[in-house]
Nanobody
Framework: QLQAFGGGLVQPGGSLSLSCAAS????????MGWYRQAPGKQRELVAT???????SYLDSVKGRFTISRDNAKNTVLLSMTTLKPEDTAVYYC?????????????WGRGTQVTVSS
């Protein structure tokens, strides 16, 4: 189960943080991350972080967003700065468990991020 916190309305140039707490079975090899989906668009990967700390980012958020995790608490944090209107979307927390070459995905409920003046 994934429970997301944060989101809301922020002005362009502002900052916002999203957090997500995972519970239940979490495999030793896993990746946590955030995806987003804007109206009329496909869901896209925003940022991920593996259990050993490797990160990846969507090109358009590099340098503005930072993903981090606390393995002891099974939480992942997305710190977003210099937000732009095009960052407006529903953001979804994801946990990917890996076992024997298979990925098992779990999703949290989306949280709305709106960047507008």
């Amino acid at each position: 189960q994934l429970q997301a916190f944060g989101g809301g309305l922020v002005q362009p140039g502002g900052s916002l943080s999203l957090s997500c707490a995972a519970s239940g079975r979490i495999f030793s090899i896993n990746v946590m991350g955030w995806y987003r989906q804007a109206p009329g668009k496909q869901r896209e990967l925003v940022a991920t972080i593996s259990n050993d700390g490797r990160t990846s980012y969507l090109d358009s958020v590099k340098g503005r967003f930072t993903i981090s995790r606390d393995n002891a608490k099974n939480t992942v944090l997305l710190s977003m700065t210099t937000l732009k209107p095009e960052d407006t979307a529903v953001y979804y927390c994801n946990l990917g468990n890996f076992a024997l070459g298979t990925r098992y995905d779990y999703w949290g409920r989306g949280t709305q991020v709106t960047v507008s003046s």
